[in-house]
């Protein structure tokens, strides 16, 4: 099972990007998703978590900012970031839990709040 992520970019403060994490190679239910960010020099933190089929959860510095949805038509999570802080600057990792096969992160994707 690989997860690739991708919309990642440059963007101004106050600006919005949609990043995506595709997953291929199983067709498992999926028991939770997550996105992580790694802001420069820091360590990796949660911001948002989804259970299946909707409970959701946001880090205090993401919430009402970020929100996390899926499609399942396409194994597909995302993350639509609005109203981007410079502190939102930094690698954003996607994580899914897969029923029966485990844990997978997703490559990264580079995330750079800047005017």
């Known amino acids: 099972v690989q997860l690739q992520a991708s919309g990642g970019g440059l963007v101004q403060p106050g600006g919005s990007l949609r990043l995506s994490c595709s997953a291929s190679?199983?067709?498992?239910?999926?028991?939770?998703m997550a996105w992580y960010h790694q802001a420069p020099g820091k360590q990796r933190e949660l911001i948002a978590s989804l259970i299946p089929p909707d409970s959701t959860s946001y880090a205090d510095s993401v919430k009402g900012r970020f929100t996390i949805s899926r499609d399942n038509t396409k194994n597909t999570m995302f993350l639509q970031m609005n109203s981007l802080k410079s502190e939102d600057t930094g690698v954003y990792y996607c994580?899914?839990?897969?029923?029966?096969?485990?844990?997978?992160w997703g490559q990264g994707t580079l995330v750079t709040v800047s005017s």
């Open positions: 190679g199983s067709r498992n239910s999926i028991d939770g």
């Open positions: 994580y899914l839990n897969i029923h029966g096969v485990g844990t997978r």
